[in-house]
T-cell receptor, first 107, second 112 residues
Framework: KNEVEQSPQNLTAQEGEFITINCSYS?????LHWLQQHPGGGIVSLFM???GKKKHGRLIATINIQEKHSSLHITASHPRDSAVYIC?????????FGTGTSLTVIP | EAQVTQNPRYLITVTGKKLTVTCSQN?????MSWYRQDPGLGLRQIYY???????DKGDVPEGYKVSRKEKRNFPLILESPSPNQTSLYFC???????????FGPGTRLTVL
């Protein structure tokens, strides 16, 4: 069973395009997280959300608790945004992760 | 510099030979956790710790042990490694319970 589903699995975009990555979950959550994993393997935490919307630079994350759905948007995409984006939810102190969306931004 | 360190970064070992992967953070964080990452399965939580001497199982704890004797350190112990524990392991920490804010660089383990 997959508590967290992401779509699409792979995404290729032209530089400058607006990108959306989706995350749906099936469990009750305390918070939802978006992570970025660089091609070298390092993981960076982007957002923690429990409601509404957060923005950091060109990244925007939204969550709809009633629909159990979150989206990560990247505006004016750039090749340096190429990475795997991972959605995770925590139910108290335990975590469940999506399998990630691999994004490639072509110059 | 605020960071989470892991050692070793790469390890090749043989079945049954006990090993420890260390994790240390210099931010005085209370919450620390371990994850493994496998192709097609993504990240899965192994163990977490809310504070010194307080640890609990995550999603896939079988075959692993942890200890939290000091706030800064959270080692992962494989008493008798098996090939199905070949994986990429990450440690993480944060001030906020249940929030893997800072990740270590990862440890790539191969068990032959």
């Amino acid at each position: 069973k997959n508590e967290v589903e992401q779509s699409p699995q792979n995404l290729t975009a032209q530089e400058g395009e607006f990108i959306t990555i989706n995350c749906s979950y099936s469990v009750g959550i305390s918070a939802l997280h978006w992570l970025q994993q660089h091609p070298g393997g390092g993981i960076v935490s982007l957002f923690m959300l429990s409601s509404g919307k957060k923005k950091h630079g060109r990244l925007i994350a939204t969550i709809n608790i009633q629909e159990k759905h979150s989206s990560l948007h990247i505006t004016a995409s750039h090749p340096r945004d190429s990475a795997v984006y991972i959605c995770a939810v925590n139910t108290g102190n335990q975590f469940y992760f999506g399998t990630g969306t691999s994004l490639t931004v072509i110059p | 510099e605020a960071q989470v360190t892991q050692n070793p970064r790469y390890l090749i070992t043989v079945t049954g030979k006990k090993l420890t992967v260390t994790c240390s953070q210099n931010m005085n964080h209370e919450y620390m956790s371990w994850y493994r990452q496998d192709p097609g399965l993504g990240l899965r939580q192994i163990y977490y710790s809310m504070n010194v001497e307080v640890t609990d199982k995550g999603d896939v704890p079988e075959g692993y042990k942890v200890s939290r004797k000091e706030k800064r350190n959270f080692p992962l112990i494989l008493e008798s490694p098996s090939p199905n524990q070949t994986s990429l392991y990450f440690c993480a920490s944060s001030f906020i319970s249940g929030y893997p804010e800072f990740f270590g660089p990862g440890t790539r383990l191969t068990v032959l």
